[in-house]
């Protein structure tokens, strides 16, 4: 039987914990608000803009040119900052892997630590790592635009594949890949949009800004993702300690008043005599 003192370590080793999760379960209740104000605002701008590029995909696309047919596909895999969001980071690690090694000498892009650290542990090569903010900002998604761009520019690539937790709700987020250029397989017509000056000019004058936000979504929801998985993960565990708290005080108390009782009865045996 357990003794009072080690029920007593216990529950401050159980408290800590309780403490522990409770700071980050906060934390990410607040990170998701942000996150989730952000991506519901930035939506309706990125449905706008993937109008645009839908109505004229294949002008679009012909900015970046012809690669040269032997050139490799690049895959963007994005992941979360930090490990404690359960089964989030591994599921959607896993399914990159799949899809990865089944493509000829691709260039894969890490964005997060845990992608990196991914790669790097099973000691895969990739390209470049990016580590965006846990709650990201559409710089930060320019920059890998630009990254993009110079190598489709130089025919290093042939297409722009992402890898990413498309996000349902808080207790679904599902791994996904999306292409990032040529995203339908028939091209819708532009005549109904008037351009001016003409057409050509807003093509080259909105092609960075389409694409940027068609990526930085995808950014938003893998960031919403990870903190919706990282609040679940947290709650569960609160819960749990919580539980257990209760459980050992009352084990405590137990143990406790059987004490006190045992003391009164060999006090009242010993008066007696």
Same mark, same amino acid.
């Given at each position: ?64 040119g012809s690669a040269p047919c032997n050139a490799p596909e ?26 990865i090694k089944n493509s000829e000498s691709p260039l894969v ?43 489709i520019a130089d025919g290093k690539i042939s297409a722009v ?31 109904? $949009? ?11 004058? %909105?092609? =960075?800004? *389409?694409?940027? &936000? ?33 459980? $050992? ?11 006190? %009782?045992? =003391?009164? *009865?060999?006090? &009242? ?5």
């Amino acid at each position: 039987m357990p003794t009072v003192q080690y029920l007593k370590k216990k529950l401050r080793s159980i408290r800590s914990t309780q403490k522990i999760s409770k700071a980050m379960k906060t934390a990410s209740t607040v990170k998701y608000s942000r996150i989730n104000a952000l991506y519901a605002e930035f939506s309706r701008y990125e449905q706008s803009c993937n109008h645009i590029y839908e109505r004229c995909r294949a002008d679009y696309d012909a900015l970046f040119g012809s690669a040269p047919c032997n050139a490799p596909e690049a895959f963007i895999v994005m992941a979360g900052n930090k490990g404690m969001c359960g089964s989030f980071n591994s599921e959607l690690l896993s399914f990159a892997e799949d899809i990865i090694k089944n493509s000829e000498s691709p260039l894969v892009f890490t964005c997060g630590k845990q992608a990196k650290a991914f790669f790097e542990g099973r000691k895969l090569p990739y390209e470049k790592s990016y580590v965006f903010s846990d709650v990201p900002s559409y710089s930060e998604a320019h920059a890998l635009m630009g990254d993009i761009e110079k190598y489709i520019a130089d025919g290093k690539i042939s297409a722009v594949k992402i890898i990413y937790p498309k996000y349902s709700n808080m207790m679904k987020q599902t791994p996904s890949l999306c292409n990032l250029l040529g995203s339908s397989d028939e091209e819708k017509s532009g005549e109904d $949009l008037l351009f001016l000056p003409d057409k050509e000019s807003v093509i080259k004058g %909105t092609e =960075d800004k *389409i694409l940027s &936000a068609r990526l930085y979504k995808m950014v938003l929801e893998t960031a919403l993702g990870a903190q919706a998985a990282t609040l679940m993960t947290m709650r569960s565990a609160y819960d749990t300690a919580t539980e257990l708290v209760g459980e $050992l005080e009352g084990q405590i108390n137990r143990k406790r008043q059987s004490q006190v %009782t045992a =003391d009164v *009865i060999e006090t &009242a045996a010993e008066f007696s005599q």
